[in-house]
């Protein structure tokens, strides 16, 4: 730092000594200080750089801080949500905790209320089957009796037919009876109850029954042709009124038997739901 020049070595007087010798003591210490200088600008520039690198690490941890307080907000916020959502879900814990109460209540009352209908049910059943079974005999006894008469309408049907035969066979007998009487060759007389007519109504078992027209022609006979007519009239009003009486009682028939299946439908009907009704019940 210092150089010797040719006065520092030429001699010097007392003071100038001393000065010189104060000043070389002033420059060592400037030069002393100059180094002390230089290290503390090289210390001041490590320093610099230690407080850059602090500086830096600083702002890297407000940084982190920075994101520490934004993540410990969002937990604060995700806590709030969860104790908002904890006492929502034990107000909801307790709203379905009420209600499972009350439908087992429900449910129980329910249980209750199908063993009573399933008991009423069967009871009901019992009390349709017995009347439906009394009701049942009593059409088949009515369509036994219907059918008994039946029969016997056409046992009567077929004994008309065997009567109108029987009649057409004595209608002819009549004529020829008729003929011979009006020749003189069968009656010896000709009164009222010799006539033809006369004895078919005895042979018929009509004696006592006017036929029309018999009145007015008392006085005289009446022909054979005549005597068919009449026998033939009345038979035929005979079988007129057999057919009206068959036709009357196969309606009857008709009308029972739908109205006996009309009542078994409803019966089925009836027990058919009511078995519905306590199958749903058991289960």
Do not use: W
């Not at 002393?32 to 690490?57: A, K, M, P, Y």
């Not at 022909?223 to 007129?240: D, F, G, H, N, W």
């Amino acid at each position: 730092m210092s150089s010797v020049t040719k006065a520092d070595k030429a001699p010097l007087s007392g003071p100038l000594q001393a000065q010189r010798e104060e000043f070389r003591g002033v420059n060592e210490d400037l030069n002393s200080l100059g180094g002390g200088i230089v290290g503390i600008l090289q210390s001041h520039q490590i320093l610099t750089s230690q407080v850059r690198e602090l500086t830096d690490t600083v702002k890297e941890l407000q940084g982190r801080v920075t994101d520490l307080t934004g993540q410990l907000k969002e937990v604060e916020e995700t806590c709030q949500e969860k104790e908002s959502l904890n006492e929502a879900l034990g107000s909801e814990l307790s709203t379905t905790q009420e209600a499972y109460t009350r439908a087992q209540s429900e449910v129980r009352n329910a249980l209750d209320e199908v063993s009573a209908s399933k008991r009423a049910a069967e009871a009901k059943i019992r009390t349709e089957q017995l009347a439906s079974s009394g009701t049942i005999r009593a059409l088949q006894e009515e369509v036994k009796e219907l059918r008994e008469k039946t029969s016997a309408v056409q046992e009567e049907k077929e004994t008309m037919k065997v009567l109108l035969q029987e009649a057409s066979d004595s209608a002819y007998k009549a004529y020829e009876d008729g003929k011979r009487a009006a020749e003189g060759t069968l009656f010896g007389g000709r009164g009222e109850d010799a006539t033809p007519l006369a004895l078919l109504k005895k042979e018929l078992g009509l004696a006592d029954v006017p036929l029309q027209g018999e009145n007015r022609r008392r006085q005289g006979d009446r022909s054979p042709l005549e005597v068919s007519q009449e026998i033939a009239r009345v038979a035929q009003e005979t079988l007129k009124a057999q057919k009206e009486t068959i036709e009357a009682l196969q309606q009857d028939l008709t009308a029972l038997r739908k109205e006996g299946s009309d009542e078994i439908q409803k019966f089925r009907g009836i027990i058919q739901d009511l078995t519905k009704r306590v199958a749903g019940g058991s289960r």
